[in-house]
């Protein structure tokens, strides 16, 4: 039973356009999401986070959208780059009992952004 | 500032046999988190140390086992390793906020495969 889905398994883009990657969750318990990338043969890079308490974050050309009543997150990049071609990974996180905020990962959207 | 660097790079085991995965946080963190990624998946949660004990684990079996050391470093183990094992598994390392959302910053990942 996935909590965290990502259902567009990949995405194409033209270069200079927006990318919007989307993201659904189903547990009400998640209050802080993140958002990662990753390249081949790397480990997942934090791009940018938001609390349950905003409904937006910006940073440079990347934008977070929460919509809380739909449990739904985007992730806008404007202008996409061809470098921002890789995996995108949205992670929601829930205080667990043992004291801390454990991250659930989505399984990813693949991004082109063709020159 | 070194990131997160974990070691081996890659490991090829056979069925039965018994593994050993390092992690170096990322200086000043002082939490160590441990993810399965198998193909095609987002990274599962496996366990989480602080301050040299186990604080909270995910859905896996006994076998998985771990350690943190004063130095904040960590090692995971697998015992009787299964074909299903062949995975990438990732450390993220963290600073402890004491119940406030915090963010894991990811190494580079350790490719395990077991024949």
């Known amino acids: 039973d996935q909590q965290v889905k990502q259902n567009s398994p990949s995405l194409s883009v033209q270069e200079g356009r927006i990318s919007i990657l989307n993201c659904d969750y189903t547990?009400?318990?998640?209050?802080?999401f993140l958002w990662y990338k990753k390249y081949p043969a790397e480990g997942p890079t934090f791009l940018i986070s938001?609390?349950?308490?905003?409904d937006k974050n910006e940073d440079g050309r990347f934008t977070v959208f929460l919509n809380k009543s739909a449990k739904h997150l985007s992730l806008h990049i404007v202008p996409s780059q061809p470098g921002d071609s890789a995996v995108y990974f949205c992670?929601?996180?829930?205080?667990?009992?043992?004291?801390?905020?454990?991250?659930?990962f989505g399984r990813g959207t693949s991004l082109i952004v063709h020159p | 500032d070194a990131g997160v660097t974990q070691s081996p790079t890659h490991l090829i085991k056979t069925r039965g046999q018994q593994v050993t995965l390092r992690c170096s946080p990322k200086s000043g963190h002082d939490t160590v988190s441990w993810y399965q990624q198998a193909l095609g998946q987002g990274p599962q949660f496996i366990f989480q140390?602080?301050?040299?004990?186990?604080?909270q684990r995910g859905n896996f079996p006994d076998r998985f086992s771990g350690h943190q050391f004063p130095n904040y470093s960590s090692e995971l183990n697998v015992n009787a390793l299964l074909l299903g094992d062949s995975a990438l598994y990732l450390c993220?390392?963290?600073?402890?906020?004491?119940?406030?959302?915090?963010?894991?910053?990811f190494g580079p990942g350790t490719r395990l495969t077991v024949l």
């Open positions: 938001i609390s349950s308490i905003k």
């Open positions: 140390y602080y301050e040299e004990e186990e604080r």
């Open positions: 547990n009400s318990m998640f209050d802080y």
């Open positions: 992670a929601a996180s829930a205080f667990m009992s043992g004291g801390s905020y454990i991250p659930t």
């Open positions: 993220a390392s963290s600073w402890d906020y004491r119940g406030r959302p915090d963010t894991q910053y």
